[in-house]
């Protein structure tokens, strides 16, 4: 079914680079990206898809963004919109989806998920049976500004053929990458005010006594005595 590896993604800088080994399918050129304008910042910089829904559906592609805003913990977050964005693009509803492999931790800069599962029967089916469907992401940091990079396959057969097992799993990375960024001031108070509501409304009320206090102070003198 797998041809030979070839590179989905490159950074423009030579390193990372993320390869797999696309399908022997018929390449599907009308396919449309999904679509990532909500997310500030955020492009599709490769993007392509084999095969039809009647029989075997295969779609690839990789997603950069300025990690400005990263923090520990996000992580989970994208992989799931990740998720939600592959199979919107082609209009998929999942009937059930798990998570059954992770290596690598995001301290390190790269984190590979795998996520199988089945999605309801779509239009195209010939036997109106749910399809088998098998994701895998890639999440790590490329170019000086350490961008976040998120590459993704997902597959979709029929149910227990087995067939998108060598399709997903040979998206990897090749080359150097990064560790994550450090957060900004932004994103640590931004997590400050999460895990401590109490605290942080208490400094904010704080802060707006003494900037209130320091603005009546300066007031002219004329202002204070008949204001």
């Known amino acids: 079914m797998t041809g030979d590896e070839t590179e989905l993604y490159r950074d423009p800088t030579g390193s990372p680079g ?39 559906r295969v779609r690839a592609g990789c997603a950069r963004g300025p990690s400005g805003r990263f923090a520990k913990g996000i992580e989970d977050v994208l992989l799931d919109r990740a998720t939600w964005f592959a199979l919107a693009s082609e209009t998929l509803t999942p009937s059930e989806m798990a998570i059954v492999e992770v290596r690598g931790t995001i301290d390190d800069g790269l984190i590979e998920e795998q996520r199988d599962g089945k999605v309801a029967a779509v239009a195209a089916s010939p036997d109106g049976s749910d399809r088998a ?57 931004v997590f400050f005010a999460a895990d401590h509501p109490v605290l942080s409304l208490g400094l904010v009320v704080l802060a707006f006594v003494l900037v209130s206090g320091v603005i009546l102070w300066r007031r002219p003198r004329s202002l204070r005595r008949f204001g």
């Not at 098998?134 to 940091?141: E, P, V």
């Not at 997902?154 to 149910?159: A, F, T």
């Not at 799993?169 to 560790?179: E, W």
């Open 18 to 56: 993320v390869v797999w080994t696309p399908p022997s399918l018929t390449l599907d050129e009308s396919a449309q990206a999904p679509d990532v304008s909500r997310l500030p910042g955020a492009s599709i910089v490769a993007a392509v898809a084999f095969g039809d829904r009647a029989t075997l």
């Open 133 to 189: 469907v098998a994701m895998r992401h890639l999440l790590t940091f490329a170019g000086k500004d350490r961008d976040i990079l998120l590459c993704s396959v997902m597959c979709v057969g029929p149910d227990k053929a087995g067939q998108c097992h060598d399709v997903t799993r040979s998206l990897r990375l090749v080359g150097t990458h990064a560790p994550p960024p450090p957060p900004s001031l932004l994103t640590h108070a």
